[in-house]
């Protein structure tokens, strides 16, 4: 079966950290480039990160650059998003998706992992 899970969310303070995880099943991470993906309350789904499938190359939303880092993990068959520094801004449902390249459509299917900022 081929699936994408994500987890790792919680309830963090401002200022904390949290990695998310995004495990593959069905399938080998290694060939897509993986985006991350969130969803604040009454707002539109927004990219977060995208890590290309060819040279490992990373992008970020200039809301989080310099704050997370997006990395694949291929024996775990994983991608993670580290984010430090975390402000109530990024308080989101977080979801990630597969494509062939980071400028593609990703279509984002799963459940997501919660992440609430909040002191």
């Known amino acids: 079966q081929v699936q994408l899970v994500e987890s790792g969310g919680g309830l963090v303070q401002p200022g904390g950290s949290l990695r998310l995880s995004c495990a593959a099943s069905?399938?080998?991470?290694?060939?897509?480039?993986v985006g991350w993906f969130r969803q604040a309350p009454g707002k539109e789904r927004e990219g977060v990160s995208c890590?290309?499938?060819?040279?490992?190359?990373?992008n970020y939303a200039d809301s989080v650059k310099g704050r997370f880092t997006t990395f694949k993990n291929s024996a775990e068959n994983s991608v993670y998003l580290q984010m430090d520094s975390l402000k109530p801004e990024d308080t989101a449902v977080y979801f990630c998706?597969?494509?062939?390249?980071?400028?593609?459509?990703?279509?984002?299917r799963g459940q997501g992992t919660q992440v609430i900022v909040s002191s």
């Open positions: 998706a597969t494509d062939h390249t980071c400028l593609g459509q990703f279509n984002v």
């Open positions: 069905g399938f080998n991470l290694v060939h897509y480039a």
């Open positions: 890590i290309s499938s060819s040279d490992g190359s990373t």
